[in-house]
Structures are given as C-alpha cells and as structure tokens.
C-alpha cells in the first residue's frame, strides 16, 4: 500500500527558533498534499492544501507567513514553522493523494513542542 | 459548509461488550465520501472504511460494522465483542471528493476498553 513519511518524528526547539516537518511519499507520485494540525484532545484541522509546483492554498485564520509550505517534487512537501512559540507546539501530519480519484495517505505526524 | 458531530465524547466499556459511535453529518454535496478512523496513542491515523454517498449499504469487516442513513444523516460505527486492543480515538470524517479535496473531521470520540 501507500506510504507517507514524516521527519522528524519528534521535535523540541526552542521560541524564536524556525523548524521544519518533511512530508514523503514513498511509493507514489503525490499530486496533492494536505497539512493538518491536532492539539491535544482535539481534533485535525486542515491548515493548508499543496499542489506540486503551485502555491498552497491556506485555511481561513492560518498564517502564511508562518507556517511556510513549500511541495517543490511530487515526492516531498515541506512545512516551515517560522519563529516558533509555545502556542505552536502542537501534532503535524500530512496527507498526500496522487489524484482526485484517489485515497488521501496520511503520515505518522510529527509533536513539536516549543520551549 | 460540511460539518461533522460526533457528540459521544468519550466511552468506556468492558471488553466483549458491542459499542456504538455516533456520527452526523452536514453538507450540501450530492456527491460526497464518509470515512472512519482510529488514531491509538501512538498518534498515526489508521483508515477503517470509507464509504460514497450513493452506496448505502451495511458493511461488515470481521468485528467493526458500519451503518449509513442518509435519511438521517448518520453513519456510525459498531464494534462487536470490543477488545482492549479497540482503545482509541476515533474519528469520523467527511469529504466532496476522494484525493484532492480536505477532509473535514469531526471532534472524535475517545473509545477505552476496560479489561
């Protein structure tokens, strides 16, 4: 089946500080890309959809100037918290699709923590 | 606007005792796809079914079954002789298309098995 990865897993970085969450897909050639954010005890919220090559599409209240996400392949988008605070920290995960007729594959998620 | 409720927040049960979890749902797609999952401690999210709006059959896999109304928009979700194993988060989701459009999930419902 489909797989999605994340790097890193884990991650403790202190505020002020910029952070960045990899999102593959292993087996197939992601045309779409999600980004969800999941504080703790509640529930996934979309942040931003990526399109290969184009810019990202982001959620109503959801900064783009800090929460860069760049999908330059059809393998690989990036998700860049800029100048990280504690209200940031908080479990990323990505999904990825290789078309509208297709599943959505999701990653195992990445906890940030900010100190 | 799509909308999900999932109005059980949390249940608990003792294992080999059946559960049911809730789900209701708004939107104003014709076409539009439901889907479960579980999301243990770990954190990944594991896809249990998903199912289109034109198909409202009953499904049965091994101890989970899904019933789907449209009548009453619901589409909950039954787990059979519950294991301590079944302890999780479920999430019911909802989207207007398969791989490129988000999913928009409901609150979840934390699922504890008591051995």
């Known amino acids: 089946g489909a797989v999605v990865s994340q790097h890193p897993s884990w991650v403790i970085c202190k505020s002020g500080t910029s952070v960045k969450i990899e999102c593959r897909s292993l087996d197939f050639q992601a045309t779409t890309m999600f980004w969800y954010r999941q504080f703790p005890k509640q529930s996934l919220m979309l942040m931003a959809t990526s399109n290969e090559g184009s810019k990202a599409t982001y959620e109503q209240g959801v900064e783009k100037d800090k929460f860069l996400i760049n999908h330059a392949s059809l393998t690989l988008s990036t998700l860049t918290v800029t100048s990280a605070h504690p209200e940031d920290s908080s479990f990323y995960i990505c999904?990825?699709?290789?078309?509208?007729?297709?599943?959505?594959?999701f990653g195992p998620g990445t906890r940030l923590t900010v100190t | 606007a799509q909308k999900v409720t999932q109005a059980q927040t949390e249940i608990s049960v003792v294992e080999k005792e059946d559960v049911t979890l809730d789900c209701v749902y708004e939107?104003?797609?014709?076409?539009?796809?439901l889907f479960w999952y579980k999301q243990p401690p770990s954190g990944e999210l594991v896809f249990l079914i998903r199912?289109?709006?034109?198909?409202?059959q009953n499904e049965i896999s091994g101890r989970y079954s899904w019933n789907f109304q449209k009548s009453t928009s619901s589409f909950n979700f039954t787990i059979t002789a519950s294991q301590v194993v079944d302890s999780a988060v479920y999430f019911c989701a909802l989207s207007s298309n398969f791989g490129n459009e988000k999913l928009t999930f409901g609150t979840g419902t934390r699922l504890t098995i008591i051995p």
């Open positions: 939107t104003r797609d014709t076409t539009y796809y």
């Open positions: 999904s990825a699709s290789d078309g509208p007729a297709y599943e959505q594959y």
């Open positions: 199912r289109n709006s034109f198909d409202e």
